[in-house]
């Protein structure tokens, strides 16, 4: 499911909620048309072994690995999404280490991004402490007003015994923060695509659709 807690960092909030399902489709286009594909950076961030490039890859490639090998400084992955008004995005997605010592090369990557996924891992609750970190380097060295957050609570597909994040705290810690929201499975491919299609949505209307200043 979806929960859209994100308005543009400093700006008046949109609190309507828009089914994923209704938010990203395949339509058919005349062969004479020609859509301009939009360009979006979108960063990847969170803590060691949260599933950042088991998200990534299940997304771009559709593939999942259980063997965890650590990301290295960062790692570009790319993804072209239809909106449902066939306009496209392509997505350029970089997935960042996230063990501490490569913190100091973070802003290499969320650099004029327009998306930034900070990510948590269902079974460890520091893991969502941690992203409060994430937040405020993302709100003191970024633009704020047009940067999409959104919050993925990966491995949702663990047993409740194993759970240590309930729902309800992920959705409140979105809330409190303006932030996109999903849990997600990357092994079990759950509410990968979704997430993502969800930001699309979101880059493409403040993209095109804001009023210019």
Same mark, same amino acid.
């Given at each position: @499911?979806?929960?859209?807690?994100?308005? =543009?960092?400093?700006? /008046?909030?949109? =609190?309507?909620?828009?089914?994923?399902?209704?938010?990203?489709?395949?339509?058919?286009?005349?062969?004479?048309?020609?859509? =301009?594909?939009?360009?979006?950076?979108?960063?990847?961030?969170?803590?060691?072994?949260?599933?950042?490039?088991?998200?990534?890859?299940?997304?771009? @490639?559709?593939i999942f690995s259980n063997?965890?090998?650590?990301?290295?400084?960062?790692?570009?992955?790319?993804?072209?999404?239809?909106? /449902?008004?066939?306009?496209?995005?392509?997505?350029?997605?970089?997935?960042?280490?996230?063990?501490?010592?490569?913190?100091?090369?973070?802003?290499?990557?969320?650099?004029?991004?327009?998306?930034?996924?900070?990510?948590?891992?269902?079974?460890?609750?520091?893991?969502?402490? /941690?992203?409060?970190?994430?937040?405020?380097?993302?709100?003191?060295?970024?633009?704020?007003?047009?940067?999409?957050?959104?919050?993925?609570?990966?491995?949702?597909?663990?047993?409740?015994?194993?759970?240590?994040?309930?729902?309800?705290k992920g959705k409140a810690?979105?809330?409190?923060?303006?932030?996109?929201?999903?849990?997600?499975?990357?092994?079990?491919?759950?509410?990968? @695509?979704?997430?993502?299609?969800?930001?699309?949505? =979101?880059?493409?209307?403040?993209?095109?659709? /804001?009023?210019?200043?």
């Amino acid at each position: @499911k979806l929960y859209l807690f994100q308005k =543009k960092m400093g700006c /008046s909030n949109n =609190k309507q909620n828009t089914p994923a399902s209704d938010a990203i489709k395949i339509k058919p286009q005349n062969k004479t048309e020609q859509k =301009k594909t939009l360009d979006a950076k979108i960063v990847l961030l969170g803590d060691q072994a949260v599933g950042k490039s088991s998200i990534a890859q299940r997304f771009c @490639k559709n593939i999942f690995s259980n063997q965890h090998i650590a990301t290295i400084g960062g790692a570009y992955l790319q993804q072209k999404v239809m909106l /449902s008004n066939g306009e496209s995005i392509k997505l350029h997605i970089w997935d960042t280490g996230g063990q501490e010592r490569f913190r100091a090369m973070a802003n290499l990557y969320y650099r004029d991004a327009a998306a930034a996924i900070l990510t948590y891992d269902v079974t460890n609750s520091d893991s969502l402490e /941690s992203l409060k970190f994430w937040i405020n380097e993302l709100r003191t060295k970024c633009d704020q007003e047009n940067l999409v957050l959104c919050l993925a609570g990966n491995k949702c597909d663990v047993s409740q015994d194993m759970r240590k994040v309930p729902l309800n705290k992920g959705k409140a810690f979105a809330q409190e923060n303006n932030m996109i929201f999903y849990e997600t499975s990357a092994r079990d491919d759950i509410g990968i @695509k979704e997430l993502f299609n969800a930001v699309a949505k =979101k880059i493409y209307e403040i993209k095109t659709l /804001s009023p210019q200043e």
